[in-house]
């Protein structure tokens, strides 16, 4: 299935859907966050019947709770980096509730996803974004141990996977239609990192994301904050109010993946010329500041700075991308820069309401 493009059900509203696989294996499809019987849920390992290779499958059921769930295939890779969620069988699946507030004008759905795995040795993201703002003790111990014992025992390094292509709905960056807003208009983004294994943050310069939603469910507070993390297989919706004219980036502060593709256009009406990205103040975020209704921020390594204000920018600017010399005009859409429709996609299906 096209992964740029997202399917809504109504809650509480049942729905038949035509599953077909045009790949040469065996394939599930796992409706991840639905609460649904486990012969249609997707997980070989619970009962799902598996879909045969060039077969279809019909299934029914009723989509709930409401919010941002999403799909992907349930086969596991192992080694093979072309199957399971290193391929491109996953999009967002969106279930209306019934009642909806409207607090925006209109929705804009992104799945992040990257193509072109690899495997490496050596890590080449940093992490210290991820620590606690203060030492603990009991887990450096913990990690040590580990570490000595695994020298001990000889044991060879792991490898991690790196990534060619980078993505937002299919396109890299600097391909594509760009996401075009007016001045004024409330804008809820459905976010999807549909990653087999990066964490990915997201970032729109001179703006800030109220988030209302993690995976789908309401937070109880919601929170104003400069960037999003989000972790594999993580959604986030947060509506963002366009005040601030021009033509921008939204896209992953790490320079490396958003110059790989890891990034979209956002254009003002009435505003052209060249895309901007500023360098938006790494921080992480905890739940505590749904329930407070509060960003209360920490600065990765550093544990003084709590007090983070809403939109606060580190000084700095990050290099525009430039277009014409890496040869990826703003306005192209042909192929360079798109991952085509075939490593996108191994299942196609085909979604009719039950009446």
């Known amino acids: 299935m096209d992964s740029s493009l997202g399917h809504c059900f109504g809650s509480g509203r049942q729905v038949t859907v035509d599953v077909f696989n045009d790949t040469d294996t065996p394939e599930q499809l796992h409706w991840h966050g639905q609460k649904i019987p486990t012969d249609v849920d997707g997980a070989a390992e619970e009962g799902t019947p598996f879909i045969p290779a060039h077969g279809k499958r019909r299934i029914v059921f009723t989509p709930r709770p409401a919010g941002l769930r999403f799909y992907h295939t349930h086969n596991r890779a ?12 996953v999009g967002p699946v969106y279930i209306e509730p019934r009642q909806e507030p409207g607090r925006y004008d209109r929705e804009v759905f992104l799945v992040l996803k990257e193509f ?13 974004f991820l620590s606690p703002p203060t030492r603990v003790k009991s887990l450096e111990q913990a990690g040590e141990s580990a570490m000595k014992a695994s020298i001990a025992k000889g ?11 980078f993505t937002i709905n299919g ?55 400069p960037v999003l993390w989000l972790g594999t297989a993580e959604r986030i919706s947060a509506i963002v109010e366009m005040n601030h004219p021009g033509v921008w980036i939204i896209g992953d502060l790490a320079d490396d993946d958003r110059q790989h593709g890891m990034g979209s256009i956002v254009e003002y009406a009435g505003r052209g010329g060249q895309p901007e990205m500023d360098r938006t103040c790494a921080f ?7 329930r407070e209704g509060r960003c209360n921020c920490s600065f990765a390594g550093r544990d003084d700075r709590d007090d983070l204000r809403e939109g606060q920018r580190c000084r700095g600017r990050l290099q525009s991308v430039d277009y014409q010399r890496r040869g990826l005009p703003h306005e192209r859409q042909d192929d360079p820069g798109f991952v085509s429709r075939e490593a996108r996609q191994a299942l196609s299906h085909s979604y009719a309401q039950r009446q």
């Open 284 to 290: 992480s975020l905890g739940l505590r500041a749904f």
């Open 155 to 165: 044991t060879q390094h792991g490898y991690e996977v790196s990534y060619g292509s």
């Open 78 to 89: 192992g080694a093979n980096l072309a199957a399971g969620q290193y391929s491109g069988q």
């Open 171 to 225: 396109r890299m960056l600097g391909h594509g239609e760009p996401i075009r807003v007016k001045q004024g208009e409330r804008v809820l983004f459905h976010i999807l990192n549909g990653s087999a294994t990066e964490i990915r943050s997201l970032a729109l310069p001179g703006h800030s994301f109220q988030v209302v939603a993690l995976d789908g469910n309401p937070v109880p507070n919601p929170a104003q904050v």
């Open 116 to 128: 072109e795995p690899t495997f490496s040795r050596g890590g080449d993201m940093a992490m210290d």
